[in-house]
């Protein structure tokens, strides 16, 4: 096995260091794995990263708010079931027992980290000029495409069986709905299949993403582009290229 020295920045080492952590993993592993989905050597494998965020351990403060917050949530409770409950709970917490805190944050996922709300940001801002294109092309060149590279290049969602796209979808139903935002994937995320496409979805998106944008700087430096729309049909034949195919389009 191959051994890669990587430099980076002491903000982006933190970075990495905060993301490990919180999905219980070491920074190697971490960057392993988004590797191996970068180049489409994920797509098959069954995610296996814990997306619940469980402490191992609270500090003092930390403790003695949550016990104060059971003690008066129970206090105002009707139900003897709840009062019970936080009973049970503001001891865990005035006591320490941190194999008990799944019982408080069980139900929490593991924060999705500025970079994959950014790689979700990304790739909506990429299907969104090339879903654009898409209805600008003349019936010919429709028909070179056929309907399978038009399918292509429609965003569909993440995949809900893997732990990992479902975060993703989720901020995504979250993005549209946020003042507006991303307003033409409301529907197919929030009504139907709901953007579950039942399938991976992450390393072919970031594959056509690196695509998108090197044909973009091309176009750019060349003088072709005097629009974010300009993407002629060779380009987003590229693009889909990229997604059937790691290291294609480049």
Known sequence: MATLTLRVD????????RAARARGTTVSDL?????NDLLGFGDDRPDRRDVVAVPRT?????????????????????DEHH????????EVMTEGFAGEYHDEFGFMPVELSPTECSWVNDILEMFRVVE???????PEDRERLGSAMQYTLTFDGFDLNRPDE????????????????????????????????HSPRLARY???????????????????????WDFDVEDLVSIVEAARHPGAGR
Do not use: P
């Open 132 to 138: 654009h294109r898409l209805t600008e092309l003349t």
């Open 10 to 17: 002491d903000t982006v080492r933190d970075e990495l260091d």
């Open 166 to 197: 479902a975060r993703l979808l989720a901020y995504v139903r979250y993005m549209v709905k946020k003042d507006g935002h991303w307003e033409e994937f409301r529907e197919r995320v929030t009504t139907g299949e709901r953007g579950n496409s």
């Open 31 to 35: 960057l392993r794995s988004a590797i």
């Open 58 to 78: 609270l500090d003092t403060v930390e403790r003695r708010t949550f016990a104060l917050l059971h003690e008066v949530l129970g206090k105002l409770s009707d």
């Open 206 to 228: 970031q594959r056509m993403r690196a695509a998108y944008e090197a044909i973009r700087d091309r176009n750019r430096a060349n003088g072709r582009m005097t629009s974010a």
């Open 83 to 90: 009062r019970q409950y936080h009973g049970q709970m503001a």
